[in-house]
């Protein structure tokens, strides 16, 4: 029941993040909520309650959205996601009574209430206040998630990485012993922000050992193989992604397993796998888990993990559109005999500060860099390979790049 339970809700996940017949699969929903209602499957009720959610909140109906969860938290616990959605992203578009009359409600966990209380403050203008609220350790492992959580989307949206990293880090020592896949990743790609490699480290060393953890438990496996591939991805370890994968077809779940490999598009960035491995190369490196390579070279490539990860305001074909474009450069650097390094990035974005020019997405060298000799310097490269740009701009005009390309708003 519980291998079917996770098929299902990943086939429904795959539909509303794909925006596809919403209203359908919303009504379809509640029919289910009801009837599963007087059964005994409160998990299968909390993932049909996240998955109304969701449809509400890509619908804009953020009032329906906290009906929803009021009305369930009457009869039954919110789950984690559930939670999620309404503290960071429902509570902002609706009035604050309706978050006092789901917290009046029978089953909302009332471990939740400083963190209910923060998320209020900070929608109210009082950062300092919210900060203060979440510094507290709650006693259930679902309130120390939502606190955690709730400080992670505080602490980045003013950019303070360093403080996040470190915060999350000791959040990920309190639960040493359950997997926290999406929150590890965030404290390294925070971590790799604020150039602390020790932190960083420490967060792919958890992540590594999550990875291992739920590979020896059926159930575990089940529900948390698509978080370890993410996580993976994040890290530019695509033999990570890969051994997880290969563990669901040991155990015969070769459903679960071909829809991960759907979903990361593992077809298409085989091509780009000697890359992808140099820049994890490159991560582990820069963290002290393996020896650096030698800084011989006349310039470094990015790789950034956002050429792997997708998100939900992404447009079709934007992430092939990343890799095309570092592969091109690539090839072309290749072909000039010109020798270059390979960096891993986890960071979303941010600036660079190499010592050697360097092509990246979504980042920028800082101005104090000190100059080069000849040709090697960054605008001496960036004048000899402006016509490199051009030529990856025309091979896409004229549909030579990745063949999904369509307009539409840039997703990070």
């Given at each position: 029941m519980n291998y079917l339970t996770d098929r299902v809700s990943e086939f429904v996940q795959d539909l509303i993040e794909g925006k596809k017949h919403l209203g359908a699969v919303g009504a379809l929903l509640a029919?289910?909520?009801?009837?599963?209602?007087?059964?005994?499957?409160?998990?299968?009720?909390?993932?049909?309650?996240?998955?109304?959610?969701?449809?509400?909140?890509?619908?804009?109906?953020?009032?329906?959205?906290?009906?929803?969860?009021?009305?369930?938290?009457?009869?039954?616990?919110?789950?984690?996601?559930?939670?999620?959605?309404?503290?960071?992203?429902?509570?902002?578009?609706?009035?604050?009574?309706?978050?006092?009359?789901?917290?009046?409600?029978?089953?909302?966990?009332?471990?939740?209430?400083?963190?209910?209380d923060a998320a209020l403050l900070w929608?109210?203008?009082?950062?300092?206040?919210?900060?203060?609220?979440?510094?507290?350790?709650?006693?259930?492992?679902?309130?120390?998630?939502?606190?955690?959580?709730?400080?992670?989307?505080?602490?980045?949206?003013?950019?303070?990485?360093e403080q996040f990293a470190e915060d999350g880090i000791r959040r990920l020592a309190d639960d040493a012993d359950r997997p926290m896949f999406q929150y590890a990743s965030s404290v390294a790609a925070a971590a790799d922000s604020a150039g602390r490699t020790d932190l960083l480290r420490t967060a792919i060393e958890r992540i590594e050992r999550d990875r291992a953890a739920i590979q020896k438990s059926d159930r575990a496996l089940s529900r948390y193989a698509q978080h370890a591939v993410d996580a993976s991805m994040w890290l530019l370890d695509l033999e990570g992604a890969k051994q997880v994968i290969a563990a669901l077809r040991r155990r015969g779940m070769d459903t679960a397993a071909s829809r991960l490999e759907r979903r990361i598009r593992l077809g298409e960035i085989e091509a780009m796998s000697p890359l992808i491995r140099k820049a994890h190369q490159d991560i582990l490196a820069r963290a002290g888990m393996l020896a650096a390579s030698p800084d011989d070279a006349d310039a470094v490539l990015v790789i950034p993990s956002a050429a792997l990860r997708a998100n939900k305001i992404d447009y079709p074909g934007f992430r092939a559109d990343i890799r095309f474009v570092l592969q091109t450069i690539a090839a072309h650097l290749d072909a000039l005999g010109m020798s270059y390094q390979v960096r891993?990035?986890?960071?979303?974005?941010?600036?660079?500060?190499?010592?050697?020019?360097?092509?990246?997405?979504?980042?920028?060298?800082?101005?104090?860099?000190?100059?080069?000799?000849?040709?090697?310097?960054?605008?001496?490269?960036?004048?000899?390979?402006?016509?490199?740009?051009?030529?990856?701009?025309?091979?896409?005009?004229?549909?030579c790049g990745p063949p999904a390309r369509r307009r539409g708003c840039i997703g990070r």
């Open positions: 029919v289910l909520a009801c009837l599963t209602r007087i059964l005994p499957m409160r998990a299968q009720r909390q993932r049909i309650c996240d998955g109304r959610l969701y449809i509400a909140c890509l619908q804009r109906d953020y009032r329906k959205a906290a009906m929803i969860l009021t009305a369930f938290a009457k009869h039954d616990r919110p789950g984690a996601d559930a939670m999620r959605l309404f503290l960071q992203e429902i509570l902002v578009h609706i009035d604050a009574k309706h978050a006092r009359t789901l917290q009046a409600a029978r089953h909302f966990d009332p471990d939740l209430a400083p963190v209910l929608a109210d203008g009082k950062s300092a206040e919210a900060l203060d609220k979440l510094d507290i350790i709650p006693k259930s492992f679902p309130a120390r998630v939502q606190a955690a959580e709730l400080k992670r989307a505080f602490l980045l949206e003013g950019r303070h990485h891993g990035q986890v960071k979303l974005h941010g600036t660079e500060d190499l010592r050697l020019p360097f092509f990246a997405y979504h980042g920028v060298g800082r101005q104090e860099r000190p100059a080069f000799q000849g040709d090697r310097s960054p605008v001496a490269l960036q004048l000899r390979y402006r016509w490199l740009f051009r030529l990856v701009g025309f091979l896409q005009a004229a549909g």
